[in-house]
């Protein structure tokens, strides 16, 4: 609508700037016609003014619809049927105001004038300015209209489309809530109407899918804590089962293949917990409580995750750290887990205290991360191209778990690649 107000502007602009210039070029403008008829009557009262004086009669002033005076050569006015002012109107006068005038012959001389007081342009200039006062009030009234009309038009249909788009905007926003106001004089009534009931659907459809959301993940939430249990019995009957046949000569084979089963068991383990863990984030039921631990306690976790004795730790700085103890371990052992997995070389640990932190870096000599994949590593079920091409199993979750587990402790997790290996660094806060 700010174009067309900016069309009226201009076109409204450009119709006065006509009639403007229609007012200045006639502004001269006489009519033939006019002047015609004053010459005639400027020489009917001269003939009678002539005929009365060679006659000796006296003249009266005649009829006539203009206004004259006859003047004698000095400009006295004698006669006329209009008085003048101070009695006198001289040629000179008379040619400035544009006025008519003939000399009057009597005998052969010339005793006066007579002098018609219309310059033959009045009629003209009377229409001139009718047509100027006309040409102005159409355009005014053309204005006003085409001003009513968007006025109109803004009211009745932009404002109502705007609204339409702007809701519509705002539906793919996903923001439901806020229904469509009506109005009985939009002319897109119907259509406002369907857009509401529209909105409802949307908002009853997506109450409905996060409802089911909900149930499904309370569902994995559950389940996944109900595998712990068994779990647990597996592993404790397989350490059983071991312990028993350290006793028995010629089981090497079975001791084997129960070992294998407590790796699997193991596994598993890891896997149910980093579900469980992820579902309980995503329902908001992820509790965290941390405490002012030792820092020692980061050497104690190190020790219990380090199966294969691969883990080179420096001494352990004697500070504070404030952290869920047993939500640093999940942390730690995704870490180591990760290394096994894809490294399976010595892990070097290292501390130093950076301001608020002390920063833990945890770093194999494995391939490493390609560099397009450092910034997605720490998203939900990525895998990476290097778990396509090896054996190893996984769900994706363990460092995204890592990662949303430091930040709850207020900390950070930053990957990045070192020369011959790949680094985690562990931001802790201090207490």
């Known amino acids: 609508m700010k174009q067309y107000r900016n069309l009226i502007i201009a076109c409204g602009a450009f119709y006065f700037l006509a009639v403007l210039l229609f007012a200045v070029f006639t502004l001269s403008a006489g009519n033939e016609q006019d002047r015609e008829a004053l010459v005639?009557?400027?020489?009917?009262?001269?003939?009678?003014?002539?005929?009365?004086?060679?006659?000796?009669?006296?003249?009266?002033?005649?009829?006539?619809?203009?206004?004259?005076?006859?003047?004698?050569?000095?400009?006295?006015?004698?006669?006329?049927?209009?008085?003048?002012?101070?009695?006198?109107?001289?040629?000179?006068?008379?040619?400035?105001?544009?006025?008519?005038?003939?000399?009057?012959?009597?005998?052969?001389?010339?005793?006066?004038?007579?002098?018609?007081?219309?310059?033959?342009?009045?009629?003209?200039?009377?229409?001139?300015?009718?047509?100027?006062?006309?040409?102005?009030?159409?355009?005014?009234?053309?204005?006003?209209?085409?001003?009513?009309?968007?006025?109109?038009?803004?009211?009745?249909?932009?404002?109502?489309?705007?609204?339409?788009?702007?809701?519509?905007?705002?539906?793919?926003?996903?923001?439901?809530?806020?229904?469509?106001?009506?109005?009985?004089?939009?002319?897109?009534?119907?259509?406002?109407?369907?857009f509401d009931i529209m909105r409802e659907e949307l908002l009853s459809s997506r109450m409905r899918e996060a409802d089911l959301q909900k149930r499904e993940k309370e569902l994995v939430a559950s389940l996944s804590h109900d595998l712990k249990t068994p779990i647990t019995g597996i592993k404790v009957t397989c350490e059983l089962l071991s312990a028993k046949l350290d006793a028995i000569e010629g089981m090497e084979d079975h001791k084997e293949k129960i070992a294998n089963i407590h790796k699997k068991a193991d596994q598993i383990d890891v896997l149910v917990s980093d579900l469980f863990s992820a579902t309980l984030e995503e329902l908001g039921e992820f509790r965290i409580s941390c405490v002012d631990?030792?820092?020692?306690?980061?050497?104690?976790?190190?020790?219990?995750?380090?199966?294969?004795?691969?883990?080179?730790?420096?001494?352990?700085?004697?500070?504070?750290?404030?952290?869920?103890?047993?939500?640093?371990?999940?942390?730690?052992?995704?870490?180591?887990?990760?290394?096994?997995?894809?490294?399976?070389?010595?892990?070097?640990?290292?501390?130093?205290?950076?301001?608020?932190?002390?920063?833990?870096?945890?770093?194999?000599y494995g391939p490493g991360v390609p560099e397009d994949e450092l910034g997605m590593i720490l998203g939900k079920f990525y895998r990476g191209r290097k778990w396509a091409e090896s054996k190893e199993e996984g769900s994706g979750l363990g460092l995204y778990i890592a990662s949303t587990l430091m930040e709850k402790m207020d900390g950070q997790l930053v990957p990045s690649n070192e020369d011959g290996g790949f680094k985690i660094t562990l931001m802790i806060p201090l207490s």
Not at 307 to 332: A, C, F, N, W, Y
Request: glycine content about 8%.
């Open 40 to 194: 005639l009557k400027l020489n009917e009262v001269a003939n009678a003014v002539e005929a009365a004086q060679s006659s000796g009669d006296a003249y009266e002033a005649m009829e006539c619809d203009t206004d004259y005076v006859v003047t004698d050569s000095l400009g006295e006015v004698l006669l006329g049927n209009v008085s003048v002012k101070n009695g006198r109107l001289s040629v000179e006068t008379a040619i400035k105001k544009g006025y008519p005038y003939r000399y009057i012959f009597v005998g052969g001389q010339t005793p006066g004038y007579v002098i018609l007081l219309d310059d033959g342009m009045g009629r003209t200039k009377q229409m001139r300015i009718r047509i100027i006062i006309g040409l102005c009030v159409i355009g005014a009234v053309l204005i006003l209209v085409a001003a009513m009309f968007g006025m109109y038009v803004t009211k009745r249909i932009y404002r109502p489309f705007r609204e339409l788009k702007d809701f519509a905007g705002r539906v793919a926003e996903g923001k439901l809530d806020e229904p469509l106001a009506m109005d009985r004089g939009n002319m897109f009534g119907v259509f406002s109407e369907s």
């Open 293 to 364: 631990e030792n820092a020692s306690v980061l050497a104690e976790i190190l020790q219990r995750y380090d199966d294969k004795g691969l883990v080179r730790s420096e001494d352990v700085p004697k500070v504070l750290i404030h952290i869920d103890p047993k939500r640093m371990h999940q942390v730690i052992g995704n870490i180591l887990s990760n290394s096994y997995k894809y490294a399976g070389t010595a892990i070097e640990v290292s501390y130093r205290i950076v301001e608020e932190y002390l920063e833990m870096s945890i770093r194999d």
